[in-house]
């Protein structure tokens, strides 16, 4: 998949976690739908990342760059969160299991995971995007036309001094 398709992958799966992460403000029906995507469009990101995460993951006990070890930590306790926060929000779902004919089993431990991992994840989220930033820089400005060193779209005027602006009265 090209870089564009990655990167409109992994917007998605930004904006979706950012709403799915506010029940509150999308509502609960909204949220559990919501995470139901996000679920299926984070698959589709581990499997276009299949190959480097079989690869981490055989290096993990051989000498790897302290970036990649710190990128492959992240990455296993956001996958880890989510797992748990999928989870436990299934067991606790009040639309979207009872819309596929099952009944939820909620109780305030699943509640207490639930709210644990999202947190726990929304922490891993945020390094894993720290970590990641300058592919996110360089393939959103690829995106959108941008050069590295795109300048603001404000004209900037030469100015000339002349006899007059130097106070030269002739």
């Keep these: 998949m090209s870089r564009k398709g ?18 509150d403000a999308t509502g609960i029906s909204l949220h559990e739908w919501l995470s139901v995507g996000l679920a299926l ?15 981490a993951t055989r290096s993990v006990l051989k000498k790897l760059r302290s ?18 926060v999928m989870q ?11 819309a596929l004919g099952f009944k939820a089993a909620p109780g305030e431990f699943w509640t207490e995971i ?6 726990l994840g929304i922490a891993a989220l945020a390094a894993h995007f720290g970590l990641h930033w300058r592919w996110i820089a360089s393939t959103t400005r690829s995106v959108f036309g ?9 004209s900037v ?13 002739r």
Excluded: Y
């Design 6 to 23: 990655r990167w409109l992958i992994d917007v998605v799966i930004l904006v979706a976690w950012l709403l799915a992460d506010n029940p």
């Design 41 to 55: 469009v984070a698959c589709v990101h581990v499997a276009l990342n299949w190959t480097w995460i079989v690869h």
């Design 67 to 84: 970036a990649t070890r710190l990128n492959f930590i992240v990455d296993v306790v956001l996958f880890v969160a989510f797992v748990a």
């Design 88 to 98: 436990s929000g299934l067991v606790i779902s009040q639309v979207v299991l009872p």
């Design 114 to 119: 639930h709210s644990a991992s999202a947190q």
């Design 146 to 154: 941008m050069s590295k060193h795109a300048q603001t779209p404000v």
């Design 157 to 169: 005027a030469t100015v000339t001094p002349t006899d007059e602006s130097r106070g030269d009265a």
